[in-house]
Structure formats: structure tokens, C-alpha cells
């Protein structure tokens, strides 16, 4: 292990460590994050996220960091996609199963509310699938278009609340890649069941468990990346 992702290894462990070693500030958090989901969402995803985009640049390229790259810019778009996919949650985990009702199934609300059975894990997937054949590709859309003007603007705070060109960056995008791979094959063999089990989990770590899993695909894509 390079002194670098020594580096790195000791940040993650001083982010999570403290909850683990102190029930007041667990508890404080646990607090603080029903009080507050909105606020936790930003700084769950700013910050987990972010993390997993330096991992991804590490296996891509040998390092942490790069000029151009925008830590900061990546993890404010991170934190805003956090609070945006939390309302997704509570939308589809609310309307799924309401449809589902009106589809027939009996007490959906009450089957999502208890203990794990066949039932649950299949509406749980079924609001997984909703949602990331939905909400998913606008998603990852923007995400692009965000990340390509972060480095069009030289990784500034200043440059990513310029004008984002629209309609020339995604003119811009290679849609073969997009479709192909981001669309065919992350999201029904990733997201579709990483995402059922988020389902499958009582809602105040449901967000928390999202953003861990944006740590694990930005390993997976830097990988397939590498290999390609």
C-alpha cells in the first residue's frame, strides 16, 4: 500500500469511526438526520460520493488527484443530486406501493412496514425498477453534462455556476456509450438490485446506503474503464 491510499484509508476511517466509538454522537446523528433528511442527503452524498469519484480516479490513473478535476464542484453537484434522490426515494417508495393498491395488491403500505417475505422483496423490487427506469436516466444524463462542464470550466467553483451549454455538451456526448452501457447494462444489473435492497432497509438508512453505493460504482466504472 503507497503512502497515498494510506492517506486516504486514514480519512475514510476518521469520517466513520467516531459514530462507531460514541453513542451520544450516534445517537445525535440519528437524530439530526430525521430532523434534517434533506441537509443529511446533501453531506451524505457530497461527501461519500465525492470519495468514491477520487477512488475511481485512483484506479483509472495512479492518483487521487488531477488539475481540472473540481473536488469541490463534484461534491456540490453530488450534495444536490443527494437531496434529489431522496425525493425520488420518498416519491417512488410512496407511490409504488399506492399503485400497487390500486392494482390490487393487498395492504402494500403495511407489507413495505414489515418483516421480510417474498412479497416485500418483490414490491420492493418493483419500486426499485420503477424508479431507476424512470428516474435513473435523467439522472445520469445530468450527472454527465455536469461532469463535462466541471471540466470544460477547469474544476472551479466559479466556473460551474456559469451557464451550463446544454444543448452543446449533450450534442457532444457519445449516446452509443451512454445507451449501450450506462443504460443497458449498469442499470437493470447494478442499480435494479442494489437498489431493492435499499428498499429492503428502514428508511432513515435507506439514503446513506445510496450514497455508499455511488462509492461502489465509481469503483466498478473505473475498473471497466481500465480494461476498455
Known amino acids: 500500500m503507497k503512502q497515498k491510499d494510506l492517506v486516504f484509508l486514514l480519512i475514510v476511517v476518521a469520517l466513520f469511526l467516531p459514530f462507531f466509538l460514541s453513542d ?3 445517537r445525535s446523528y440519528q437524530s439530526f438526520n430525521a430532523a434534517h433528511g434533506m441537509v443529511m442527503s446533501f453531506l451524505k452524498f457530497g461527501i461519500l460520493s465525492t470519495l468514491g469519484e477520487l477512488l475511481g480516479l485512483r484506479i483509472s490513473t495512479g492518483r487521487y488527484l488531477k488539475p481540472g478535476f473540481g473536488i469541490l464542484p463534484r461534491a456540490v453537484v453530488w450534495g444536490i443530486f443527494g437531496m434529489g434522490i431522496n425525493m425520488a426515494f420518498v416519491v417512488f417508495s410512496t407511490g409504488v406501493p399506492a399503485f400497487a393498491g390500486y ?4 395492504h ?3 407489507l413495505m412496514a414489515g ?3 417474498m412479497e416485500k ?3 420492493a423490487l418493483a419500486i426499485s425498477v420503477t424508479m431507476n427506469t424512470i428516474f435513473a436516466p435523467v439522472f445520469m444524463t ?3 453534462i455536469t461532469d463535462t462542464h466541471i471540466l470544460a470550466t477547469g474544476g472551479t467553483l466559479r466556473g460551474l455556476f456559469t451557464p451550463i451549454p446544454m444543448g452543446e455538451i449533450m450534442q457532444g456526448m457519445n449516446w452509443r ?3 449501450n ?4 447494462k449498469t442499470i437493470p444489473f447494478f442499480w435494479y438490485p442494489a437498489h431493492t435492497i435499499t428498499f429492503l432497509l428502514p428508511e432513515e438508512t435507506r439514503v446513506l446506503f445510496a450514497a455508499l453505493l455511488g462509492v461502489a460504482l465509481g469503483v466498478i466504472l473505473a475498473v471497466a474503464a481500465r480494461k476498455k
Open 108 to 110: 402494500p403500505a403495511e
Open 115 to 117: 418483516p421480510l417475505t
Open 121 to 123: 422483496v418483490l414490491l
Open 181 to 184: 452501457f450506462v443504460f443497458k
Open 103 to 106: 392494482l390490487g395488491v393487498a
Open 142 to 144: 445530468l450527472h454527465k
Open 177 to 179: 456509450v451512454q445507451w
Open 24 to 26: 451520544a454522537l450516534y
